[in-house]
């Protein structure tokens, strides 16, 4: 089938190229469906063509893009935030994107990876759907995922009483929980965790058990068991090594978006990324800020400042000691000298990482640019240590310029935008 689309994609390519009589629309959105093409023009090198995408049932879904000029680069995203990308590095004409999807609606760019105008046709060739298996109380369930099933969902729903769900795994991926209605993430168990323990209420609620693929075959097996019993085998488990007990004493932070959250030099949204505190990490407050929307914390040797907005706060809150801030420190990047004319544009010289956050981290890594590839602006931090670009949305660090990177054109007007 992928084939005969391909030619199928071509063959349009052509008959629309040789209709040089009629004008060609600047861009074609619309929503896109299973098994239909959708052609749309890329009218100058940087557009950027929108289509709607909605999907009915958690699936494996494989999208493809063909060119007649422009080298297609392929983003899928979700209220704003990527979840699959095919940035196309290679330039080639014909790209396909494999990515599993949760149900729900989706927005998928198009844009082009060689600087180069022109159609595009997008198709998706496929979408297979990944059915939840119940999980019920004191039987275990056992498998893998890999690069051929990179997905396992189950569901626990019907609990009386709160339930200990058991978790043991060989590494990858990870195993992820979701509130099966509102597909917010509940709990997030990395991969480098062998073991763990997640206590399930009986709130009424339906939960979703994702297993997930990453870089190597993943095996796992799921126990659901009444709290105070048995494990399913018969024996005791150690407790859960994710787990971080919370005392009256201590105040613990939660990021509430499954990407993490910023740590801030100072307590201000204003001052300088310094690292971040993962999803599904938990972290001691050690004080708070004298306006109370900051708190202070230490993780991984970094000590800075977590926004109270994007944490979920337990245990005992109420007693941090106030703490001031340090004075914002920003650091000495000056914007590089315009020229008099021309747009604004970043060509690299060297091989440089380019972020999905503006922060250096080895989970926001989106990709490696290599020389030659150019990048167009489209904001910057407010004190200009990273700025955003028209690659998927992803963010380059002002460090590389003069360095791995050279800037050209007038870069005044860049607007200064939020992460």
Do not use: K
């Amino acid at each position: 089938m992928t084939r005969a689309i391909r030619r199928f994609g071509l063959q349009m390519l052509c008959a629309l190229a040789l209709v040089v009589v009629l004008p060609v629309s600047a861009q074609s959105e619309g929503t896109l469906v299973v098994g239909q093409p959708t052609v749309g023009n890329l009218a100058d090198p940087a557009a950027v063509i929108t289509f709607d995408y909605p999907l009915a049932q958690d699936s494996a879904v494989v999208i493809e893009a063909f060119g007649e000029a422009p080298a297609p680069a392929v983003t899928i995203l979700r209220d704003g935030a990527v979840v699959a990308a095919e940035p196309n590095t290679a330039g080639s004409l014909t790209i396909a994107l494999t990515a599993v999807l949760n149900a729900g609606t989706y927005t998928v760019q198009v844009s082009s990876a060689n600087a180069t105008a022109g159609l595009v046709i997008l198709i998706v060739n496929s979408e297979t759907p990944i059915t939840a298996q119940p999980l019920a109380l004191g039987t275990p369930i056992s498998g893998a995922v890999n690069a051929e099933s990179p997905l396992a969902i189950y569901s626990i729903s019907g609990l009386t009483a709160p339930a200990d769900l058991y978790v043991t795994q060989t590494g990858g991926g990870g195993v992820r929980v979701l509130n099966a209605e509102t597909s917010a993430i509940s709990a997030l168990i990395g991969g480098e965790f062998t073991e763990a323990r997640l206590q399930i209420p009986a709130n009424g609620s339906s939960y979703r058990v994702e297993v997930l693929y990453a870089d190597a075959a993943h095996t796992y097996t799921l126990c659901l068991s009444a709290v105070g019993a048995p494990t399913c085998s018969g024996e005791s488990l150690p407790p859960a090594p994710v787990a971080t007990p919370v005392t009256d004493s201590v105040c613990m932070l939660t990021p509430l978006n499954a990407g993490g959250v910023n740590i801030r030099q100072s307590a201000s949204v204003n001052a300088p990324v310094i690292g971040a505190l993962p999803g599904g990490t938990s972290v001691a407050a050690r004080g708070i800020s004298p306006d109370g929307s900051f708190f202070s914390v230490t993780f991984n040797g970094v000590n800075g400042w977590v926004a109270a907005s994007a944490v979920g706060a337990t245990g005992s809150c109420g007693a941090l000691t106030v703490v001031e801030p340090p004075p914002i420190s920003l650091p000495p990047t000056p914007l590089p000298p315009p020229t008099p004319s021309g747009p604004c544009l970043i060509r690299m010289t060297g091989e440089q990482l380019v972020y999905s956050q503006p922060v250096v981290d080895p989970s926001y890594i989106f990709d490696e640019v290599q020389p030659g590839f150019e990048l167009i602006p489209v904001g910057r931090l407010a004190d200009n240590s990273w700025w955003q670009t028209n690659y998927a949305m992803a963010w380059i660090s002002t460090s590389a310029f003069g360095s791995t990177a050279t800037v050209s054109g007038d870069c005044r007007a860049l607007p200064i935008v939020s992460p």
